[in-house]
């Protein structure tokens, strides 16, 4: 016999003997059956008895209580969004970065055939970066 026709051989009787031991860990003897009313009946109580915590997170403490009204802190907010203290919300980067580099280019000296002739002889004189080399 083979080595490897050996192993699956080892394989597939450790897997049929910890299927069949395995299952058996399982099993609830008749000592131990309790039944689906019980259960929800233990459960009810528990949360009931405050046991169960609700939602995703049991806040074991409170959170404490605010020292500013609702309007002390809508009037800050707005402060600070008058002031730019609540950080940029992605607009003031866009028009920065590209609307800003837009406007400076769509006003050229040149016309298009010039900006094509110059291109042409960079292209003669082998003055173009190659691709990739650009920075």
């Known amino acids: 016999m083979k080595s490897s026709q ?5 394989t597939g009787i450790t897997l049929a003997i910890a299927a069949a031991f395995g299952s058996a860990a399982y099993a609830q003897t008749e000592g131990q059956a309790v039944s ?3 259960v929800k009946a233990q459960a009810r109580a528990a949360n009931m008895a405050g046991q169960i915590a609700a939602g995703e997170l049991a806040m074991s403490t409170p959170m404490p209580a605010s ?9 800050e907010t707005l402060a600070a969004a008058r002031n730019g203290g609540l950080g940029s ?6 028009r920065a970065n590209v609307v800003l580099g837009q406007q400076a280019l769509a006003h050229s000296t040149k016309t298009r055939d010039e900006r094509k002739a110059e ?3 960079a292209a003669r004189d ?4 190659r691709p990739g080399e650009l920075s």
């Open 6 to 10: 050996t192993k699956h051989l080892l």
């Open 36 to 38: 689906r009313a019980d």
């Open 67 to 75: 020292t500013r009204t609702r309007e002390q802190r809508k009037a």
């Open 89 to 94: 919300n992605g607009l003031a980067l866009y």
């Open 119 to 121: 291109t042409l002889q």
């Open 126 to 129: 082998h003055k173009l970066p």
